[in-house]
């Protein structure tokens, strides 16, 4: 049943990226753009219609019919297989020719890259488990798919929410968290497929694809399309397939190429605030490669076409199109400054400040100064390759392009918010430019030298590979059917023991009425819910919620009819509530005892957690 | 020496065996001569020539000293500084393995 299923999501996800390469072959067709060769023009079509997809699911959003808004953008991407399938399956055949394996190590390098995706793919159909995508990844969109597009002030990371998430909106839509999961599986193949793709221009084909493998073994990669269920792993694919064409030769004096690169770096900021550095780092190698006012005009239009949306929405809904950051200081938004502190804590936490620090960052060696974390883990690869990467350096536009952004991706990130995660966008092109690098003593007959390199390499692999096959296992038994789900999410899930409490206690009792929960991870809870935590809440503000009477009118306004303790309520908040409780204007109802992650998930340490559900008495 | 038909042939190929070709072809002199009447594309021949460049450094063994001592120095250098991160997943591999 468990196959069966993963199955048919890999037939759904071979449909959606045959769509999203049709409605990109039209687009460039339609700007008589060609690429270099048939796996770079399938690549970038594939990201050219993966971005004008989610222009039209964004537009779909403001009619409040989203299922039907996501059925239309199916029938539009099916139709344009229909009309480009001829195109679309020469290239496809194109490419699968000049990725064909001509040795025997080669074979099995291939064999191995198919068997390392088969894991990763049915690890991501494992039930959802990522701490931020239960908080609101997954949460928010859940919330937009069942009270409409609107503003969620008790869900202060919901503003976040970029274009990529209209992915994970269409998989929910059709009730399938399962698509919605392949479909950021999906963003990692292409990455992958992007990195060979980048790195083939100037290495062979076995090492470009063994370096392909390194990205699918690194763990912040594999964690980003696997489990995290966090679809930033697109820009990933955005930022790789924008440097192809930017990096494609005898387009100059076009229009067509800062208009499209434009398109692709729109669809990078559009998914995330810490995009636009990555988007301003493209602007500026296409300033440098072209070197005309025009070409920065129309990469400007391209992005603004492509990336503007989500700006757009928060700022119809809060004055403040980059809400909820500078809220306080330069610009408007119904914020509450304790939890906007919380998301510069964790958004924000420590830019890096002098060379050593940004230097490392910028060669995925950074670590955060409260600890570091196998999230935040690269690997070693780029920094053992980089001087082998600048003796490799040729000046030309294919070099310089993937170099300019990645550093100026990397400084630029460092020193606003210096979490390494956010960097994982430019990592393939650090990564193809390490495989040149790699190369480069092979070629120049450095016997230590390339026997050192190509040690560390396998080291590393190994290494990886290690970390992986401890991370998957449990998905893997879940995905395959040997583990129920439900024991899988009672074992693995945060909070999950809690949520099913209450949906148990309160299934059936609730009618309109809402309940206050002071939970982070809210994707599982199956009833209406506001959330109270005030450290996540912009509705909660813990100055202005000091006494019994402050509560009694948020209960009425928020037509709060139960909330639940579990433990403890948050600590600036607790004063009132427990009075209320003394007096008897909170009444419990039902009580259960759960088991619960205490900590960080990683250190797998479980406490009994009271759940205590309470009524409100008006 | 490389004809210019090979050169063309190596705009057949895809570009990312366009090292190798080259080595295959040309040998260790590696010396491009671009004559004739075909016309070649002046990002080949550009390509061509910065490859025959990179290939043939004037020298070479110091670099190859400090580039293989980097790269071990940077490992060890990394893992340490992962330790904190990797040791509770060392222990759980290993465990694993005891058991």
Redesign the interface.
Known sequence: MALGLAFLTGLALLGFCLGFASFGNFLLRGLSLEL??DTEHLLVSIAAGLTASEILLFLTQFTQHMKAGCWVSVAVLGTLSIVEWRAVLARSLGALL?TVPRTRAATLLWLFIGAVLLVEFLCALAPLTGSDALNYHFAAQRQILSSGFHPVFSNSLSFLCGQHHLLILMGLAFGSERLALGLIFLGGVLTAGSVACL???????VT?MLFALALLLTPVAFWQITSSGCPDIYMAFLASTAVLVLGR??LVCTWRQPLLVGFLAGGIAGAKYSGCFIAGALALALIVELRTAAGAFLFSLGSLASGVWPYLRNFLWTGNPVFPFLSGEFLGGPVSPYALANIYANTAASPNRNLTEVLSFAFF?G?RRS????W??F??LI??????MF??F?N?RRWRAPLLVWFASSLAISVSSGLPRYILPVFPLALSCGAAGF???W??H?I??KW??AG?LV??LFISL??FQ?YFRPMLRVAVGLQDKSAYLQERGPEYQIAQAINESLAGRVNDQKTLVFLRHLYYLDIPYVNGDPGTSFELNPDKMRSREDWRAYFAKNNIGYVVRSPEYPRVIAGPLEEMEQTGELTPIARAEVQSFQGKR??EVRAATPVVILKVKR | MVSFENLLNAKAH???????FA?RKAGPERVFVCSGTLSLSR?LV??VL?MNR??N?PS?KL??????C???A??V???H??A???S??LH??LL?AWR
């Open positions: 270099e060769s000049q790195a083939s221009k100037w290495t062979s084909n470009a030769k005898g060696a670590i600890g570091p974390g196998l935040e883990f690997g070693p920094l053992i390759l980089a001087p082998l003796l490799a040729r030309d190369e480069l003593p070629r120049r450095w230590v030298a050192i390199t560390l080291l590393t290690g970390g401890v990683v250190d | 895809p570009s990312g065996e366009y090292t190798s080595q990002d550009h390509d910065e990179a290939d450094p070479s670099q190859q000293i400090l580039v293989s980097w790269a071990i940077s490992f250098w990394y893992f500084r992962f904190p991160a990797l509770p997943l759980r591999l694993r």
